[in-house]
């Protein structure tokens, strides 16, 4: 697939890295030369140009761009080198957009206007991963397929886990009839795709896929706290887009949340536009404030203002207050692996969730879907299965699968199923595959045929 990137930042840099590991013909345009300098250390072609500027996109090929990703901090520019790639012969496009579609209305009228085919807003993909992360409370990644039906997720296993020192064939013989399964282990930094015989261990980090409705189950088998039964109570420091949004999903999900703002004037908007949350105002780096938001009660906690150092602070609070699930919004991607060293359990960046949902729009061939985690050397793949699929029509376990790679899923009829080795894939099933770079073109050859 030709791709064209606009905007070198930090979400086109992310983009662009993984991009060209997939052997995608990939350019990327920005106006600052220090940014396509970083570009093409990636060894991706980067041009220092504007990407609103029709003659620029014409000389980068834009009437034979199967995708233009437009990704730069500004709307306006988004929108506008959109707007020009559709007449210019470019086949579909997707903008990056924060305050032009704050609404799904914004949403809608950015695509008719613009003719582009799919608005990405950083502060709502935000905020659907913090709500997914608050799941469970040992939950450390949370990421959708089939359209939100199934998921997959990674979960912290500590020595009272009861997920520690089992084998996966002991786990699924425990859980027979829950629709989940063990897809990836992280131990000490490497990723292994396990079989049967491989033991969890204290300290790994396991992924887990599953139907969306039974998933808590193998939540819950590794959580190592009793939970009171009732609603779960969420405090969210932070009033802006991303508290809002994070408030409002938690609300549908039937939590009970308290949302702590330290300006009055938003503090009182957002009591009438919450329907169920109990809106407060103070500020989260104070303990008084957070001991009377009732944060020691709490079953999670998030800090999700529009400064950084609020966010951490306030959530280190909250943690020594004895909050069990502390989560931060943070602006700088480096700071992610050292928050989760000093005591959090998850960080969350808006730019690099932004870039992920991007990349899972971005489909070749039966490949429907292309995600990864941030800090594992592995990718899942949601894939169409051809009539002309070698792993069609016979039992699974007359396949011959890549080493690296795991089957995790399929979905038919809008049902999802956990493959055995007597399940018989059939043509057009979706199945959904966790993988380490090596064996991708493997799984991608298996499925198309």
């Known amino acids: 697939m030709r791709i064209l990137v606009i905007g070198a930042g930090e979400v086109g840099r992310y983009i662009a890295e993984r ?20 570009i093409n250390e990636l060894d991706v072609y980067g041009v220092v140009g504007d990407g609103t500027d029709p003659e620029t996109l014409r000389d980068n090929g834009i009437d034979h761009t199967d995708l233009v990703l437009a990704v730069s901090q500004i709307d306006s520019v988004n929108l506008t080198a959109c707007a020009y790639a559709a007449r210019l012969g470019a086949t579909r496009s997707v903008a990056r957009l924060s305050e032009s579609a704050r609404t799904p209305e914004d949403a809608r009228l950015a695509r008719e206007a613009f003719g582009v085919d799919w608005v990405i807003n950083p502060d709502e993909e935000a ?8 799941e469970g409370r040992q939950v450390t990644d ?17 020595e009272s886990s009861k997920l520690a020192n089992r084998s996966l064939l002991e786990l699924g013989q425990d859980h027979r009839e829950t629709l ?12 292994i795709i396990p079989r049967g015989d491989h033991r969890i261990l204290p300290g790994d980090r396991v992924y887990m896929i599953g139907a969306r409705d039974q998933l808590g189950q193998f939540v819950n088998a590794a959580d190592t706290v009793e939970r009171p039964r009732g609603p779960r109570k969420i405090l969210v420091v932070g009033g802006g887009q991303v508290g809002e949004r994070v408030a409002a999903r938690l609300e549908a999900a039937e939590f009970s949340v308290s949302l702590l703002e330290a300006d009055r004037e938003r503090s009182e908007q957002l009591a009438v536009t919450l329907v169920r949350t109990t809106v407060l105002h103070g500020d989260g780096r104070s303990l008084v404030a957070l001991k009377e938001s009732g944060v020691e009660d709490v079953d999670g906690f998030v800090s999700v203002s529009g400064d ?5 602070m306030s959530a280190l609070l909250a943690r020594h207050l004895g909050a069990p699930k502390v989560i931060a919004l943070v602006k ?22 932004a870039a992920g949902a991007i990349l899972r729009f971005v489909r070749r061939g039966h490949i429907l879907q292309v995600s990864t985690f941030r800090d594992i050397d592995a990718e899942v793949l949601e894939l169409v299965a051809s009539e002309r699929s070698r792993a069609v029509g016979r039992p699974l376990r007359d396949v011959d699968f890549p080493r690296d790679a795991i089957l995790g899923g399929f979905s038919r009829d809008g049902g999802f199923g956990i493959p055995r080795g007597d399940t018989v894939l059939q043509a057009h099933d979706r199945v959904i595959v966790f993988a380490l770079p090596s064996a991708i073109p493997k799984v991608e050859k298996l499925f198309a045929g």
């Not at 905020?127 to 608050?134: D, Q, S």
């Open 19 to 38: 991009l060209v590991r997939e052997g995608h013909d990939l350019v990327v345009l920005d106006k600052e030369p220090g940014a396509i300098a970083r």
């Open 127 to 134: 905020a659907r991963e913090i709500v997914g992360l608050l």
């Open 142 to 158: 949370s990421m959708e397929f089939d359209d939100g039906h199934v998921r997959v997720i990674g979960v912290r296993v500590d």
């Open 180 to 191: 989940a399964l063990v897809v990836a282990i992280v131990r000490q930094d490497a990723t």
């Open 308 to 312: 950084e150092e609020t966010n951490v």
């Open 332 to 353: 700088r991607t480096e700071y992610i692996p050292v928050l989760r060293e000093i005591g959090l359990d998850a960080a969350v960046n808006p730019r690099l969730t």
